[in-house]
């Protein structure tokens, strides 16, 4: 089965700076694809980033960029320029294509880490 | 306009009671899911339709039942609710149920049983 972790239960950082947010995952499967999701105190989630296996080169999303190490089977999101807003939860979320090549869709979430950016 | 929506937002019941969670989407999307968040923040699904047809159904106890009338509609039925039951329940689609397509996300339902 596989599982998601992330170690940081809170994270704290200045307006402006950098934070990064760690992951790792277990799992036996080659090609898989990682998600960062937001889920603000609105409880809103939104997807923030993904990854696929595959891709050595590492997603960006304007200031949010992923450090994948696939051997190490790690998935951490920097956050560069932090902003008020993005004060949230993060959660890093895992999903696979099942032996016909296509999966159902579920995704195995993470414990979460809620980032708090102050002024 | 709403992508993924879900009635009621809140909805605080007594144990024993039979209770529905609603779901739209209006993104045309073929895959809904159902998604528990428990009072740890951590998330994990409970069913999955596609078409229609469910596709996943992880161990979840049987008072709780899903239903689609509709792709467009996924609702939950829950039944002799329980204080465990306590929790955001959130609703998401996606188009096609491929492991890298996007899951959109309703608000959650806080569902309180006293």
């Known amino acids: 089965a596989q599982t998601v972790t992330q170690s940081q239960p809170e994270m704290s950082v200045q307006e402006a700076e950098t934070v990064t947010l760690s992951c790792t995952y277990d799992?036996?499967?080659?090609?898989?694809?990682l998600f960062w999701y937001k889920q603000p105190p609105s409880r809103q989630m939104i997807l923030v980033i993904r990854?696929?296996?595959?891709?050595?080169q590492n997603a960006t999303e304007n200031r949010f960029s992923v450090n994948f190490q696939k051997a190490a089977k790690s998935f951490s999101l920097k956050i560069s320029d932090s902003q008020l807003g993005d004060t949230a939860m993060y959660f890093c979320?895992?999903?696979?294509?099942?032996?016909?090549?296509?999966?159902?869709?579920?995704?195995?979430f993470g414990q979460g880490t809620i980032l708090t950016v102050h002024p | 306009d709403t992508a993924v929506s879900q009635t009621p937002k809140y909805l605080v019941t007594q144990m024993g009671n039979d209770k529905s969670i609603k779901c739209e989407q209006n993104?045309?999307?073929?895959?809904m899911y159902w998604y528990k968040q428990d009072s740890k923040k951590f998330l994990k699904i409970m069913f999955s339709?596609?078409?229609?047809?469910?596709?996943i159904n992880e161990t979840v106890p049987n008072r709780f039942s899903p239903k689609s009338p509709d792709k467009a509609h996924l609702n939950l039925h829950i039944n002799s609710l329980e204080l465990g039951d306590s929790a955001v329940y959130f609703c998401?689609?996606?188009?096609?149920?491929?492991?890298?397509?996007?899951?959109?996300f309703g608000p959650g339902t806080r569902l309180t049983v006293l």
């Open positions: 998401a689609s996606s188009q096609g149920r491929t492991a890298n397509n996007e899951q959109f």
């Open positions: 799992t036996s499967e080659n090609n898989y694809y």
């Open positions: 990854q696929e296996a595959y891709k050595q």
């Open positions: 979320a895992f999903s696979h294509p099942n032996a016909g090549g296509t999966s159902y869709g579920k995704l195995t």
């Open positions: 993104l045309g999307h073929d895959t």
């Open positions: 339709y596609n078409n229609k047809e469910l596709i």
